[in-house]
């Protein structure tokens, strides 16, 4: 159904989901500071982009080669923490190191396609690069929010900014197309799952270490590639099959 139509469905159900779930969820404290309003804006923007990114580059190109791409994002939320939060040790920077030599590893060997396929993966490529970027960001920004209000209502907010971005694209490419009836429940379920992921992200912000949250999210790329390879019959080579076992090993260490 293309990726702006399939995208602004799902934003608008999950905005329709958190929305609910406040209701019903009346004593609550929803309210969010002026810093907590700032920062989710920043991360609807963020997210807008990364999740544009990520649905066109699904949509051009093969699972098992952007799908580790995209959660290649960890190194630039670690490398942000040990910026500007505590120093992060030699140990955990190899752990991600590995995470991003595996992901790695899975591209390199995905073989090399031919003709009309080749210009499609170089664009693949670059739409999954932006999405990991755009990713990172939007959990840094989300990741300081969470003490400035509830997860709930900073997800609401994130979701209602990237909504508006979103319709601005689809105002731009055309309008948008109404989807299949069919489809709705298949975009309720991916709208719930996307609503509940990223509220356990930022429901992390509050532990210790919070930008190890993302790092272990990023195993969804991996999780992909093998759901593809199960169902959607995209081929997998053993060498890709052990750089996933390397990336799996590498967040279990950072998770211990």
């Known amino acids: 159904m293309g990726t702006s139509t399939a995208l602004s469905s799902v934003l608008a159900l999950s905005m329709l989901l958190l929305f609910l779930a406040l209701l019903i969820m009346p004593e609550a404290d929803f309210t969010i500071t002026s810093q907590g309003l700032g920062l989710s804006v920043l991360s609807g923007l963020t997210f807008a982009v990364a999740s544009f990114s990520l649905y066109r580059a699904f949509e051009i190109g093969p699972v098992r080669l952007v799908a580790p791409i995209i959660g290649a994002y960890p190194v630039i939320s670690v490398a942000w923490a040990s910026i500007f939060?505590?120093?992060i040790p030699l140990s955990d920077w190899l752990a991600v190191g590995a995470v991003v030599t595996g992901v790695g590893l899975v591209v390199a060997l995905s073989g090399k396609p031919q003709g009309a396929a080749r210009a499609n993966t170089g664009k693949a490529v670059l739409w999954a690069s932006l999405?990991?970027?755009s990713f990172a960001f939007t959990f840094?920004?989300?990741l300081q929010a969470v003490f400035s209000g509830h997860p709930l209502a900073l997800n609401l907010v994130t979701r209602c900014v990237a909504f508006a971005v979103i319709c601005l694209v689809v105002l731009r490419s055309g309008g948008f197309q109404r989807p299949p009836r069919a489809a709705l429940p298949l975009?309720?379920?991916i709208?719930?799952?996307d609503a509940l992921a990223l509220g356990l992200v930022l429901q992390a912000g509050a532990l210790s270490q919070p930008e190890y949250a993302s790092v272990a999210a990023s195993t969804f790329g991996m999780v992909t590639i093998i759901l593809a390879w199960a169902f959607l019959k995209e081929t997998m080579r053993p060498g890709q099959?052990?750089?996933a076992a390397m990336v799996f090993a590498s967040i279990a260490y950072l998770g211990l």
Request: aromatic share 12%; charged share 0%.
């Open 85 to 87: 939060s505590a120093p």
């Open 131 to 133: 999405s990991a970027a």
């Open 140 to 142: 840094i920004f989300g």
């Open 187 to 189: 975009l309720a379920l």
């Open 191 to 193: 709208a719930a799952l």
């Open 241 to 243: 099959w052990a750089a």
